[in-house]
């Protein structure tokens, strides 16, 4: 089955749902729209934490902004006419946030405050790269919300359980590197 092309980036300005879903246009890409969803994600992590420091508030973001994503996912993918279109990457951009939360980090203090060290930044590429693979892979109970729950639901929860799986294998893997 081929896929759609992205819509015209003036489909961003119709509904402000459409410019949720397809994250603020890194869902426009025409190569790899679910990565460019996650590299926004990756990219935009550090500026939402310098506005909400706190791990607590940092959840209640992420709930409400699933919570936008399934209603921002149904619209959007009703107006394109394919649920899990590839411009909507709101599914990619909040469970990758939510793995950038858990991703184990390690902060060195510099002079103009608080900086990722090497080893952050390495745990982080790895959380990166194992959230594609299982976002692409979707393994079960991924592979069910993909092919059965055909609404913003069933988008939004393919990727927080492809989230699970990179926490999970990030938290085996810094248990076997101790």
Not at 58 to 82: E, K, Y
Not at 130 to 138: A, C, P
Not at 141 to 158: C, E, I, L, T
Request: net charge neutral; with cysteine; proline share 8%.
């Amino acid at each position: 089955m081929a896929k759609a092309p992205p819509p015209p980036l003036g489909f961003l300005l119709r509904h402000p749902a459409h410019l949720v879903a397809c994250g603020f246009g890194s869902g426009l890409s025409v190569f790899a729209p679910g990565t460019a969803g996650t590299v926004f994600a990756w990219a935009t992590y550090p500026l939402l934490r310098l506005g909400m420091p706190g791990d607590l508030n940092f959840l209640v973001f992420l709930v409400l902004m699933f919570a936008l994503g399934i209603h921002a996912c149904q619209v959007t993918g009703r107006a394109l006419g394919v649920v899990d279109h590839g411009a909507i990457v709101w599914d990619e951009i909040v469970p990758f946030w939510g793995v950038l939360l858990l991703t184990p980090q390690a902060m060195v203090e510099t002079p103009h405050g608080a900086m990722l060290s090497v080893s952050g930044l390495i745990w982080q590429t790895a959380a990166f790269f194992l959230f594609r693979f299982f976002d692409i892979v979707k393994p079960p109970p991924a592979s069910y919300f993909d092919r059965q729950v055909k609404n913003g639901f069933g988008v939004m929860m393919d990727d927080l359980v492809a989230a699970g799986y990179t926490v999970l294998a990030l938290a085996v893997a810094k248990a076997l590197l101790g």
